[in-house]
Every structure is written in structure tokens, then in C-alpha cells.
């Protein structure tokens, strides 16, 4: 039963503004998410420095950030830690860690410090059920003006699939740009889904075929190519 002291977590949803607030990082101030204002930005907690999960995470996501950052996206990272410990850490990864093939892995996005808990508190990071004094492994994918668009949460003990975090960026801006849906295990090059008809007309006339470039599975799943090429060159810079 939850006592008066005890609120339950609150996190931003799908389709609102993300929470605003300003921040030190290992990378300078930030005023987020107005200093992102243009790009897509994954915000993403980690629950302590000078842990193993943690470092893989880390060394993961500064080896792809050159991948995310050509895809308009921007990597902010964040744990309850302080400043000096974050940079301590930072250094260890670079001089010290070698995983997976990755070694001399510099970490050059800003990892916020939160030692209050303000901002994890903010975006719903800290779980009692979890840890009162860790941040989950949160995930919020924002767009470029400032609206959450995808919110992950792992446990403790679960490291994320980097793969899946950029499939879904480059995913969110296809299904923007070209005004259609991704359908399950997406990937650039494969075919999109086009919104179910509106009428009973637009439904007859899919089914008939009249709709050049559609291929219906029934009145409600239609599909269509979207070739690899169109959606990269939309999305990734040149």
C-alpha cells in the first residue's frame, strides 16, 4: 500500500512535450531539450558508473554515435553520479576497457550529472521496485521539436539493444517523412504500410487493384515498396 510520502513514479508519454530542464554535463551546461531543438535526440539513464553493464552500454552506444549522429539524432545520457565520478569513469572506459572488439573508446556526448534526481525523477527513472537510489534503464526517443515519441524501460540488470534504438530513429522519421506505418521487424528496404481505407469506395477500389502500387492483403493491410535508397537519402546526412 502506498504511504503519503510515496507518489508513483511519473514518466513523460508518447506524444507530449518532453520535460525541460537544465543540466552539467560531461560535456558543458545543457538546456534541454531546447539546445536540440532540430534534431532527434534518445535521452537515456543508466543506473552507475563503474559498473559492467553500464560500460558495455557505454562503449556501444560512442562506437554507433557517428551512425546516430547521420541519422539527425543526438545521444544524452544520464545517471545519478556526480560530475567528477562520471569523468573518472569516462577515462577508465577510455584507458582501460576493452569489450567486444571496442578499446580506446572516447565518450564524447554529454552524460548529465543528477546527483538530486531531479531530471530522473522528471522522466519516471527511479522505480522503488527496482532501486530508490539508481535510475532504471530508461529510454525516451524525442523528436525535433521536442515530443517524446518512444519510451523504453529495462531493468537493472538488462543491457539494451543498440541496434534496435537506431532501427527505431530511422524508423520514426521514415514513418514521418513518407506518411506511412513500419510494420514488425522493419528495416530500411523493406515494404511499408499505408493507413487502412477510410471509406467503403477507397476500400473497393485497393481490392480491385485501382490504387496503382499497392499490394492488399485485405481491405484493412495494404502495402507498398519503399525502396532502401529513398529512405536513407531522406534521412541520413550527406
Excluded at 2 to 8: L, S
Excluded at 21 to 28: D, L, P, Y
Excluded at 162 to 176: S, T
Aim: proline residues 6%; aromatic residues 10%; contains cysteine.
Amino acid at each position: 500500500m502506498e504511504t503519503m510520502n510515496q507518489q508513483p513514479a511519473s514518466m513523460p508519454r508518447i506524444g507530449e512535450k518532453a520535460p525541460e530542464f537544465k543540466a552539467v554535463t560531461t560535456q558543458g551546461e545543457i538546456n534541454f531539450p531546447a539546445d536540440y531543438k532540430g534534431s532527434w535526440v534518445i535521452l537515456f539513464s543508466h543506473p552507475a558508473d563503474f559498473t559492467p553493464v553500464c560500460t558495455s552500454e557505454f562503449m556501444t552506444f560512442a562506437t554507433m554515435e557517428k551512425q546516430f549522429n547521420q541519422a539527425n539524432c543526438k545521444l544524452v545520457g544520464l545517471s545519478v553520479d556526480g560530475l567528477y565520478s562520471h569523468i573518472a569513469w569516462l577515462r577508465t572506459i577510455k584507458d582501460k576497457i576493452e569489450y567486444k572488439g571496442m578499446k580506446n573508446v572516447e565518450v564524447t556526448f554529454p552524460l548529465i550529472e543528477d546527483i538530486t534526481m531531479e531530471v530522473a525523477k522528471k522522466y519516471g527513472m527511479m522505480m522503488p521496485g527496482e532501486s530508490n537510489t539508481k535510475a532504471v534503464r530508461a529510454v525516451f526517443v524525442i523528436d525535433p521539436e521536442g515530443i517524446v515519441r518512444t519510451v523504453l524501460y529495462y531493468p537493472l540488470s538488462l543491457g539494451r539493444n543498440f541496434d534496435e534504438l537506431y532501427r527505431i530513429v530511422v524508423a520514426l522519421q521514415a514513418a514521418d517523412k513518407f506518411s506511412v506505418a513500419t510494420p514488425a521487424d522493419w528495416r530500411p528496404g523493406d515494404d511499408v504500410i499505408i493507413s487502412p481505407a477510410g471509406s467503403c469506395g477507397t476500400a473497393k477500389d485497393r481490392m480491385d487493384g485501382k490504387e496503382e502500387g499497392l499490394e492488399c492483403k485485405d481491405w484493412f493491410f495494404c502495402t507498398k515498396k519503399l525502396p532502401k535508397e529513398k529512405v536513407l537519402d531522406a534521412i541520413l546526412k550527406k
